[in-house]
């Protein structure tokens, strides 16, 4: 549904009663005409409990946050406001984190880079046990991707092993095979995607989950590589020349989330939309961009602009017609996921979940 208005604004989300069943997008046609683009109202902190069993999670769109923990160290180390806690963050429908982790004291500690970020990885599987355990959210499931930021490699792997096995629900709550799972083989479970580079020797049978073959650095163009079956294709280009590389860092970043409509071998897309340019250009500036962009002054960050690249994909093609509905599938990592104010992609994201779902896909 969509109603022709006059406004002086960019995109953003409307204010609508809380009580409403409909979330309402403005968006700008031209100078003086926008358009609202209405979706139902769903709960992001329970939406994959709407999805089918039979869904791959290759074909899910989930939102992620890059660095999940990195509320400290400003402008250089943090990604994320320190207003949006890892329970906010759940609940708001993040559901692939980025933790990484460093050795303090026979302790795993959050780090970016050579940054403390202060919160245990004890405290950090405490959260999510409780969100998986909350019967509203029960049915939920989230991907945890595992960086190590420092260079003991045995001892981290014995540590992140051990820290799981003497936590809430232990390993019994994590998928730790080395494939991509149907949503129903995972609901309530924790789904490990590790960045520590182990053989798993020390893991019951070496299982240490998703494990990615390669991660070249800063790679502008992607790079693919294989889980069983799945192709897998990741965007993480996030030293960028200069703030007028956005459009370049926005593009790339978006074109390997089109879904085309007959993939052979299955895919998935990673995509992070995280970015800096040394030495003066640090991630919240890039996220939320600088200034007053709409009057001309200043420049649009990364998540406006991929939120107004959502907005036309929705706006461009048919309801209710899987052949002309977009496709956008992948797992999307943010900087500042909440930002700008009034701009949040998360629902955007949460929402192509229900859009040109095909059977081979799993929706029946």
Request: with cysteine; proline share 7%.
């Amino acid at each position: 549904m969509r109603l022709d208005v006059g406004a002086a604004a960019k995109w953003k989300l409307v204010n609508v009663p809380a009580n409403s069943e409909w979330v309402v997008y403005r968006h700008k046609l031209s100078r003086k005409h926008y358009c609202l683009l209405i979706f139902p109202r769903r709960d992001t902190s329970g939406f994959l409990s709407l999805i089918p069993d039979t869904v791959p999670l290759s074909s899910l769109t989930l939102p992620g946050t890059h660095d999940t923990m990195a509320f400290y160290g400003w402008p250089i180390a943090q990604c994320q406001s320190p207003s949006t806690s890892l329970e906010r963050q759940l609940n708001a429908g993040i559901r692939v984190l980025d933790i990484r982790l460093a050795i303090v004291d026979s302790h795993l500690i959050s780090y970016h880079g050579i940054y403390p970020e202060r919160t245990l990885f004890a405290d950090i599987l405490s959260t999510v046990y409780t969100f998986l355990t909350t019967p509203s959210t029960s049915r939920e499931t989230i991907v945890m991707s595992i960086k190590q930021e420092d260079s003991d490699t045995e001892r981290f792997s014995k540590l992140v092993h051990q820290e799981i096995v003497t936590s809430p629900g232990g390993l019994s709550m994590w998928y730790l095979e080395n494939r991509l799972p149907t949503l129903g083989e995972v609901r309530g479970k924790v789904v490990m995607f590790s960045r520590f580079g182990t053989d798993g020797h020390d893991w019951d049978n070496a299982a240490i989950g998703i494990h990615p073959s390669i991660w070249p650095d800063n790679d502008r163009h992607g790079f693919t590589w294989s889980c069983q079956d799945v192709l897998v294709q990741t965007h993480d280009w996030y030293t960028i020349p200069s703030f007028l590389s956005i459009p370049e860092k926005v593009a790339l970043s978006t074109n390997i989330l089109v879904a085309s409509c007959d993939s052979s071998p299955p895919t998935l897309s990673i995509s992070f939309l995280s970015a800096l340019s040394l030495p003066l250009a640090f991630p919240p500036m890039f996220a939320r961009g600088l200034g007053w962009p709409q009057w001309g002054i200043g420049f649009e960050g990364v998540n406006a602009r991929v939120g107004k690249w959502l907005i036309d994909q929705f706006d461009k093609r048919g309801e209710n017609d899987v052949n002309t509905e977009p496709r956008i599938r992948g797992w999307v990592l943010m900087d500042f996921y909440d930002d700008p104010t009034g701009q949040s992609i998360v629902p955007l994201l949460v929402e192509c979940n229900f859009r040109g779902r095909k059977c081979e896909e799993g929706w029946a």
